[in-house]
């Protein structure tokens, strides 16, 4: 059964903003650290930005000073707020919870961002 469901991509301009929404349907994800990867044509996935539980957040250097992560536990979601986008972050963005045995995954979100 689907575990995570992304929504909110879509297709923007370079320097626009997207924000991207991830639900989890297992409570068990309030104690997973979730985040978000994408993978860009032709490339392999790559890991975006992560929270965990206690709200501890990492990012890729790429997307530094430019996305935002949040999540919040109650409704078990995650969410990705996208500014200053770039034609290099077109990819398909997928959601993820992780644990240190078990990893899900959502079906991914396409953002298509031109010059």
């Known amino acids: 059964q689907v575990q995570l469901v992304e929504s909110g991509g879509g297709a923007v301009q370079s320097g626009g903003s997207l924000r991207l929404s991830c639900v989890g349907s297992?409570?068990?994800?309030?104690?997973?650290?979730m985040g978000w990867y994408r993978q860009p044509p032709g490339m392999p996935r790559e890991w975006v930005a992560s929270?965990?539980?206690?709200?501890?957040?990492n990012y890729a250097s790429s997307v530094k000073d430019r996305f935002t992560i949040s999540r919040n536990n109650a409704l078990i979601t995650v969410d990705l707020q996208m500014d200053n986008l770039k034609p290099e972050d077109t990819a398909k963005y997928y959601c993820?919870?992780?644990?240190?045995?078990?990893?899900?995954w959502g079906q991914g979100t396409q953002v298509t961002v031109s010059s």
């Open positions: 929270v965990s539980s206690g709200g501890v957040v």
């Open positions: 993820y919870a992780s644990a240190s045995r078990t990893q899900s």
């Open positions: 297992e409570p068990i994800f309030r104690t997973y650290v």
